[in-house]
């Protein structure tokens, strides 16, 4: 088993729509989560970190963070091109700075 | 967000000689950076934990003789490629761990070897 996995993709949406990226992981006792959205042929960007159990919302992206299943998504409302990009899970799995990504979700949206 | 800066962005050197990357961290002070490599249409794999003073930590099957790290300021970690051959062209990508658990990245540097 992966330590983290994402679900594979690709993922293509219509632009304005919704779309739902999702992330479990195999480390019951990790704390700090993470998703990362990488143009190609750059590095990955920050979008979205989470700590607790619940919704955060930050501009058109909520993260939701459920520990008691090990599962982590990230949703992408109002869907635009230029979300267009590979979307990463990250989760610091053993609370010791080093994180462990996910093969990643590739995001289309259709203009 | 941090800002992280690595240089080059871009390097194509010849089969056998040595390539420097370096990885800032601008506008905060990183005790841990990280060393990633990332092959075409595959995630991020970490090759090193890079620490500030003290010997950098290998992940399993990254050969240290060959991938030197040396992290001797707390904004600065410097990762060379010695002899390089054509099998380690590749993205090479730098994070620096803020303090609060949050990595940024550095814009990350195409390695060609011909």
């Known amino acids: 088993q992966k330590e983290v996995e994402q679900n594979s993709g690709p993922l293509s949406v219509p632009e304005g729509a919704i779309a739902s990226l999702n992330c479990t992981y195999s480390d019951r006792g990790s704390q700090s989560f993470f998703w990362y959205r990488q143009y190609s042929g750059k590095s990955p960007e920050l979008i979205m970190s989470i700590y607790s159990n619940g919704d955060k919302e930050d501009g058109r992206f909520t993260a939701q963070l459920n520990k008691a299943s090990q599962y982590v998504s990230l949703l992408i409302r109002d869907s635009q091109p230029s979300d267009s990009a590979t979307y990463l899970c990250?989760?610091?799995?053993?609370?010791?700075?080093?994180?462990?990504f996910g093969a990643g979700t590739t995001v289309t949206v259709r203009a | 967000g941090a800002v992280v800066s690595q240089h080059p962005s871009r390097v194509i050197c010849k089969s056998g000689t040595s390539v420097k990357i370096e990885c800032r961290s601008l506008d905060f002070q990183a005790t841990t950076m990280f060393w990633y490599r990332q092959f075409p249409k595959q995630s991020l794999m970490l090759m090193a934990t890079s620490n500030e003073g003290s010997k950098a930590t290998y992940e399993q099957g990254v050969e240290k003789d060959k991938f030197l790290i040396n992290h001797a300021s707390l904004t600065l970690s410097t990762l060379t490629v010695t002899s390089a051959h054509p099998e380690d062209s590749s993205f090479y990508i730098c994070?620096?761990?803020?303090?609060?658990?949050?990595?940024?990245f550095g814009q990350g540097t195409r390695l060609t070897v011909v």
């Open positions: 990250a989760v610091n799995l053993r609370n010791d700075y080093k994180l462990s």
């Open positions: 994070s620096a761990e803020t303090g609060n658990t949050e990595a940024f």
